[in-house]
């Protein structure tokens, strides 16, 4: 076979093999989730690597790169994924990544405690017409497990080079690095799986009228018609347009035959010639001890406690509860820092306003605008910091799968998926990394169903809410009335859910189908970087669009020129002005609420700070205030009202940006008319019980 | 006999997913074909069940176990694959 036949495999950046000093090899990473991918990409680039996203997708997407012998490799670690089906989001990307953007070659981390289902995807690797390198990892599990791997056999079956490493321990890396870079010189794989007769002969007639060219070059006709036949008939559109007619006529009509013929899918079918062979594979090249076959592992072991049918639930909500006082136990003191941080520097303005005789308003937009706004959304920024660790240790300690499991029939019988439970439980601190946190739910419609039930908890900014009232109106069932309130909003997301469920996303519940990664110790470092990177997005994005509220709420604060700050005169006064008599069915018609709940958009806890600055002078002034314009039941309502109604604009920011815009318009719309209706009901009902 | 019927700890051979295209294609990636043999590792009434595929577990949700048809195997002399 000629190795060089596909010119465009590396593009403009030099022609493969020609070893020029400085051209840049790129070689990606690929395997199963678990296997051991990060530890291997971590072990080869070191501190050089750039976290990032995959375009168009929220699928992480990490880069890095090493030099070898004057040449510089660039390292691009594919989303961990079982096939090149493209199941799920993670799967299209890498599969994507390799047709599109065809890498020099692929380095596949196979466990070697599972050779099988690790080489499932080798395989399709290998019939994609990649360059392979497998890297075969000895894991714990498969050393506590005795198992033996005859590395020079598995390579001589596949014809690809085959390396041993224990990435934790360093061994076997530099062996790797000199495969990378020698890679680009290696001939394409001869490797090729025999389907069987009446498969292959089917194979055959359909890759003729493929014919030889397709585009992109780094495709072979015989991989694409097998796509085809799996059912992938998207992957068409690299087949000549003339020839499609026609190739999806001969394709209909030979997998109907093979299908009444076998009695079986395709898919399925296609799927089991695989396994036949690697099961082959499997007795060739792996021996283990018989005594150790199916012992129970320490993983197994934890899991008959962590995961029983009794303790399970118990546990979780246990586990759920301690990260909780984690994220407010430090985060919030934390928190306090960095308001104060804030306050000095607000005062700073002022003074330098004072000192160079700048005038008044630069100094009040600077002070109560932009450092106001943004510093009372910035002020969370140690308990997100905070709450990503925390799922960081959950998600790398192989908890996370766990507690979808525990879950999964609660949350089934609600219309939702078992993972859809964790970004729920974040919503208690904050919606938008709650929202971020739905990019674990691979099938679209639960991911959009979760995204729109998660504003519904009663994040730590309703709190503040929350407390100000229950103290000024139920001074005696304070801690009642929150809590009544923290169930309101499951509650309502429970009916959003089902109403949704039945109507715009009318699918049943994708099945959870995961795999229980053994447990592991999570490395701090990886959990630092990756809640900084997180963090980092929140204090971008939100920071972006907060900023630019809280200058256009400073400066409707103060138009027109002359009137007293926040008065009724303002714009902003005006527009409550109009704005009040909405709301007077739900108990509170006066201006204030309702530039109150305005301003809230921009962060539900300026819903207090706005109310403190229009009607109270001082924190005892504010009560008495509040006295004067709501009564204990429309004051509920009004609570109820800031709980449910439009998300903050950080939230429906990242709604936006896991979506589009029409599901967060969507999100903003429903809550303010869900909350509105909510606020009257209690009201109105509230009135006739204490009347 | 449907999985979500096995008890716990029975050896069992699958015969039939009964699914759709993306839900096999997401079981095939785990290497649950038929014909590969499972240990029930852990099943709750009408929830999900925990099986053990050589030393992967795996969580099929909820549902699930209605939709995997098994067969109890009695007899494991080796743990050669499923063959053809």
Redesign the interface.
């Known amino acids: 076979m000629s190795g060089h036949e596909s010119p465009g495999i590396s593009g403009a950046r030099g022609v493969p093999g020609d070893g020029r000093s400085g051209r840049r090899i790129r070689i990606a990473i690929a395997g199963n989730p678990n296997s051991g991918k990060s530890t291997v990409f971590n072990a080869l680039t070191g501190a050089h690597q750039t976290v990032g996203n995959w375009p168009g997708v929220t699928v992480e997407r990490k880069e890095g790169n090493f030099e070898y012998r004057g040449h510089n490799v660039t390292v691009v670690d594919l989303p961990g994924?079982?096939?090149l089906?493209a199941?799920?989001l993670d799967e299209q990307v890498a599969h994507n990544y390799l047709v599109e953007e065809a890498p020099d070659g692929v380095v596949a981390i196979v466990?070697a405690?599972?050779l099988?289902?690790s080489l499932?995807?080798v395989e399709q690797l290998l019939e994609l017409g990649a360059r392979v390198i497998i890297d075969l990892n000895m894991s714990d599990?498969?050393r506590s497990?005795g198992i033996e791997i005859n590395a020079k056999a598995l390579s001589r079956i596949l014809g690809v080079p085959v390396v041993t490493t224990t990435a934790s321990k360093g061994s076997g890396i530099e062996e790797l690095k000199r495969l990378m870079h020698d890679l680009v010189r290696a001939p394409r794989p001869a490797f090729r799986l025999d389907y069987g007769e009446d498969l292959e002969a089917a194979i055959a007639r359909l890759t003729a009228l493929v014919g030889a060219n397709v585009a992109p070059a780094g495709i072979t006709s015989r991989w694409l018609v097998l796509r085809l036949l799996e059912?992938e008939r998207g992957e068409i559109h690299h087949v000549a347009a003339e020839k499609r007619a026609e190739l999806t006529a001969a394709l209909d009509e030979t997998v109907a035959g093979l299908e009444r013929h076998w009695g079986?899918?395709m898919?399925?079918m296609i799927?089991?010639r695989r396994?036949?062979f690697?099961?082959?594979l499997?007795?060739e090249c792996v021996r283990?001890p018989?005594e150790l076959?199916?012992r129970p592992t320490r993983?197994?072991r934890a899991?008959r406690v962590l995961?029983?049918?009794w303790l399970g639930v118990p546990i979780f909500l246990l586990m759920m509860g301690l990260a909780f006082q984690l994220v407010f136990r430090i985060g919030t003191p934390l928190a306090g820092l960095v308001d104060r941080g804030f306050a000095l520097l607000e005062r700073l303005v002022v003074a330098a306003q004072g000192a160079l005789h700048a005038p008044e308003w630069v100094s009040s937009l600077l002070a109560h605008g932009l450092i106001n706004g943004v510093g009372s959304v910035l002020v969370f920024l140690p308990n997100i910091f905070i709450l990503f660790l925390v799922i960081g240790v959950l998600e790398d300690s192989g908890y996370m799968?766990r507690a979808?499991?525990v879950m999964?029939?609660f949350m089934?019988a609600l219309g939702l998926?078992?993972k859809s439970f964790i970004p729920m439980m974040m919503g208690f601190g904050c919606c938008v990394p709650a929202i971020l946190a739905c990019r674990t739910l691979e099938s679209r419609k639960d991911r959009l169903l979760t995204i729109l039930i998660v504003p519904f908890m009663s994040c730590s900014a309703r709190l503040v809410i929350y407390t100000l009232f229950a103290a000024a109106f139920f001074p005696r069932h304070q801690g009642l009335v929150v809590f009544s309130l923290y169930l309101l909003g499951i509650l309502l997301a429970v009916l959003t859910a089902r109403i949704f469920r039945s109507f715009l996303l009318r699918e049943?519940?994708?099945?959870?189908?995961?795999?229980?990664p053994p447990y592991h110790v999570p490395v701090l470092k990886h959990l630092l970087r990756h809640a900084a990177f997180r963090s980092g997005m929140f204090v971008r994005k939100a920071g972006t669009i907060i900023a630019g509220a809280a200058v256009a709420l400073w400066a409707l604060a103060h138009l027109p020129w002359g009137v007293a700050y926040a008065s009724q005169a303002t714009v902003i006064g005006r527009v409550g002005t109009l704005l009040a008599p909405v709301f007077a069915p739900a108990g509170f018609g006066n201006w204030e609420s309702a530039v109150s709940l305005l301003a809230g958009v921009v962060a539900k806890e300026v819903v207090v700070g706005t109310l403190g600055t229009l009607c109270g002078s001082g924190p005892g002034g504010l009560t008495s205030a509040l006295h004067a314009m709501f009564t204990p039941v429309s004051a509920y309502a009004f609570m109820a009202m800031s709980l449910i109604y439009t998300p903050c604009i950080a939230t429906i920011a990242a709604i936006r940006r896991e979506t589009n815009w029409r599901w967060a318009a969507l999100s903003a719309g429903y809550s303010l008319v869900l909350g509105w209706l909510v606020a009257v009901m209690i009201y109105q009902l509230g009135r006739l019980v204490v009347h | 006999m449907p999985l979500a019927e096995a008890r716990v700890g029975m050896r069992a051979r699958v015969c039939e997913i009964r699914a759709g295209r993306a839900i096999k294609g997401r079981l095939l990636g785990l290497g649950l074909v038929p014909g590969v043999e499972v240990r029930v590792v852990r099943r709750t009434r009408r929830g999900p069940v925990v099986v053990a595929r050589e030393g992967c577990r795996i969580v099929l949700g909820t549902g699930m176990g209605e939709r995997i048809i098994v067969e109890e195997q009695l007899e494991n002399p080796d743990r050669a694959g499923p063959g053809q």
């Open positions: 994924t079982y096939s089906s199941c799920s466990d405690s599972d099988k289902r499932y995807l599990i498969a497990r059912g079986r899918d898919g399925t799927a089991e396994f036949a690697l099961s082959g499997e007795r283990q018989p076959v199916g993983s197994d899991d995961t029983s049918n799968a979808a499991l999964d029939r089934h998926h078992g049943d519940v994708a099945p959870l189908i995961i795999e229980l």
